[in-house]
């Protein structure tokens, strides 16, 4: 059973880099077919994909997010990580780190997610 952890800073400055990283247990994040993805969950809204990296490495964005958003990987640790780059209060949300298989187009496999506020 693969399981997903996110972790980081709980409290981002305005015009700073949000980072989040996501520690995976149970499963390759370099296996066949499966995609490490974020999202997100405004206060009051709905869940938004921001990205994901594939199982070969290749990244995809949000387009409304994708001049401030990275998502890269480190495979010794199996792990990824979303960086957002200045970021404002309306980044404000719950932030999860999910499993997506492109075979059955489903997010299987979530984090518990971590709050992240941005204020000064």
């Known amino acids: 059973q693969v399981q997903l952890q996110e972790s980081g800073p709980g409290l981002v400055k305005p015009s700073q880099t949000l980072s989040l990283t996501c520690t995976v247990s149970?499963?390759?994040?370099?296996?066949?077919?499966?995609?490490w993805s974020w999202i997100r969950q405004p206060p009051g809204k709905g869940l938004e994909w921001i990205g994901y990296i594939t199982d070969s490495g290749r990244t995809y964005y949000r387009p409304s997010l994708k001049s401030r958003t990275s998502i890269s990987r480190d495979t010794s640790k199996n792990q990824f990580t979303l960086q957002l780059a200045s970021v404002t209060p309306e980044h404000t949300a719950v932030y999860y780190c999910?499993?997506?298989?492109?075979?059955?187009?489903?997010?299987?496999?979530w984090g518990q997610g971590t709050q992240v506020t941005v204020s000064s």
């Open positions: 149970g499963g390759s994040i370099t296996a066949d077919d499966y995609f």
């Open positions: 999910a499993r997506y298989y492109r075979r059955s187009a489903d997010f299987g496999s």
